[in-house]
């Protein structure tokens, strides 16, 4: 097994020295370990953070009883999980029912294995990618496994054999397959800068350049709003909608699987913003050029600090546009993914290899200052243009919807009409 | 017979939605760093009663220790909920007094009839809302009880203005 994964790595980092077979499995073991505690913590912080930040958006002082400041709030939420009953319904399908949390939960840790989060750690033993697995193939697996994240949501609402579940595990597929393809199409500019699918290949191109945000803004947008749309956070919170499905999908759900569902959407929501940091935001890649080879404890340390700081920054974004957004109704939801997200991720996908191939033909070099500022300067017009025209109600459709001018004209003359007959009867 | 149908024209090119949320997310920036807070620190921090709040009921007692309570009998007939228990007794003066005085906590309104309506000014209401208790039995308080309490009696009116003007 082992020859493979070192000749996968040789193609993804060329200037990594192969560390013997031990120490590889070792390493991988420690990361493994680490990220896994680091990221549940941050997860269980979160559901804290997510309290404190909407008790403070409406002038609330959120949970502070439990520990200094309420820190000790999601230790005491986890034990009364734990030992909360867990119910069944009667009519539901008991193996899926009892297996759907997992199917939600375990994507989005997956994804996290892909993503690098800090600079190569240099040791005795060679230097060590700060990933857990640096796949070659790294954005590819992440659009497959958290492709698979739906089948939590669809079987939780299917198996639980309640009217309510279903409705909400259906909007979720709809809606999840919908702006999968939306999120896939704005990433596709990314991949055609950095040349490569491997995660670590895009974080050092945008090192070596400019970060992709500057150059691509319009598909890191797409991206945004698809990543909303992906984890069902408000205001694509449609699965869930406790004003019209009571709570969607997990509603039949209580005690720790309940649980399992809650963690799996914080989890997925930092996976989204560690991904939209790898692919727009330099991944853990600090600003001048000094994080480079030769790499030290020092750079994986500030490096990996600096990669936590923007990834919490986009989940304290995801928080805060939760709470400040209504939902949508759901032919918004739908209309915003296929008539106007997807249509504009492929034409953007074809204006900028136009642009990168047009750069290349007259021979400017990839990663030069004039590279970076000829698409800097193409993204300021296609956004400004974006922004004038898109936003003047073509958006989503308010919450009325538009007439066209035929109704207009037919409904006029009816009331015309029925104004006449009135008249003539009296 | 149709109905007369008006049709507006909505300002659609005047509605946005990216500005909207612009907007939105600054408001709610502004209220998330704004350091004031509408939270009362509940057990900590109480908030002021009204001279006029009903709540716990409360014997007044003369100097001598004794209920101001002459078993009259006025409050039970009157108090709608029928939460008071009287039993009357008489000394050997001649003086009434009530043998077993009970106000069901629970059953009781807190409408202040029984105030009002006590010549003696012996039960009144309390400012008072703190009662818990493990078991129902314990909100039956007894006269023993009522004439323990310490809390501010409510006042009905206002003294200096009776007539509420």
């Known amino acids: 097994m082992m020859p493979p994964v070192h000749a996968l790595l040789q193609i993804a980092t060329p200037q990594l020295p192969p560390p013997s077979g031990a120490v590889y499995l070792i390493a991988t073991v420690i990361k493994m370990v680490v990220v896994f505690s680091l990221y549940m913590v941050t997860v269980a912080l979160l559901t804290l953070a997510e309290r404190k930040i909407s008790a403070w958006i409406q002038d609330r002082l959120g949970p502070n009883r439990v520990g200094p400041g309420g820190l000790l709030q999601p230790a005491a939420d986890g034990l009364k999980n734990i030992m909360k009953e867990e119910t069944y319904p009667s009519a539901a399908n008991l193996p899926l029912f009892v297996l759907a949390p997992a199917m939600s939960f375990v994507p989005a840790l997956l994804t996290w294995c892909v993503i690098p989060f800090a600079s190569p750690l240099p040791t005795p033993w060679g230097l060590i990618d700060m990933v857990v697995a640096p796949l070659p193939v790294g954005y590819l697996f992440i659009l497959a496994v958290s492709s698979l994240g739906v089948y939590g949501i669809v079987l939780a609402g299917w198996s639980s054999n309640n009217k309510y579940a279903l409705l909400g595990g259906l909007r979720s597929s709809a809606q999840m397959v919908s702006y999968e393809i939306a999120m896939g199409m704005s990433t596709i500019p990314v991949l055609l800068l950095a040349g490569n699918v491997a995660l670590g290949d895009i974080v050092r191109q945008q090192a070596n350049g400019m970060w992709n945000v500057l150059g691509l803004t319009v598909a890191f947008l797409v991206f945004l709003i698809s990543a909303f749309a992906e984890t069902n956070r408000l205001p694509f919170d449609l699965p869930e909608a406790e004003s019209e499905l009571v709570a969607g999908y997990h509603a039949e759900y209580s005690a720790m699987k309940f649980s399992m569902f809650f963690i799996a959407e914080y989890a997925n929501m930092v996976t989204a913003s560690a991904l939209m940091v790898t692919l727009f935001f330099g991944g853990w890649d600090i600003p001048g050029h000094w994080d480079v080879a030769p790499w030290t404890v020092w750079k994986t340390v500030a490096t990996g600090a600096f990669f936590a700081f923007k990834t919490l920054f986009f989940v304290f974004f995801y928080m805060w546009i939760r709470w400040t957004l209504p939902r949508f109704r759901y032919d918004q939801l739908m209309a915003l993914g296929w008539k106007l997200l997807l249509p504009l991720s492929l034409g953007y996908i074809v204006v900028i290899a136009s642009a990168i191939l047009g750069l290349d033909a007259a021979g400017v070099a990839r990663g030069s200052w004039a590279f970076g500022g000829a698409l800097l300067g193409l993204n300021v017009v296609i956004v400004a243009v974006l922004l004038f025209l898109i936003d003047r109600g073509r958006l989503i459709s308010p919450a009325y919807s538009r007439l066209d001018q035929r109704n207009v004209e037919k409904l006029r003359a009816l009331a015309a009409r029925s104004a006449l007959m009135t008249e003539g009867r009296n | ?165």
Not at chain 2, 29 to 42: C, E, G, I
Not at chain 2, 130 to 142: A, L
Not at chain 2, 150 to 161: I, K
């Open chain 2, 1 to 165: 017979m149709a109905i007369g149908v008006k049709v507006l024209d909505r300002p659609v090119a005047q509605t946005s939605y990216i500005r909207a949320t612009l907007k939105g997310m600054a408001l709610t920036a502004k209220h998330l760093l704004s350091p004031q807070k509408v939270t009362t620190q509940y057990p900590e921090q109480k908030k002021p009663l009204s001279p006029r709040w009903r709540g716990t009921h409360r014997m007044l007692t003369t100097e001598d220790g004794k209920a101001k309570c002459v078993a009259c009998g006025l409050c039970p007939s009157i108090c709608p909920a029928n939460c008071i228990k009287l039993v009357p007794g008489e000394d050997e003066q001649g003086n009434r007094y009530p043998l077993v005085f009970e106000i069901d906590e629970f059953r009781c309104i807190f409408c202040g009839y029984c105030q009002e309506v006590c010549p003696e000014e012996a039960i009144h209401l309390g400012r008072h809302y703190e009662n818990s208790e493990y078991s129902r039995q314990g909100f039956v308080y007894d006269l023993e009880r009522l004439m323990a309490q310490t809390h501010p009696v409510c006042e009905l009116w206002d003294p200096a203005d009776p007539k509420g003007e």
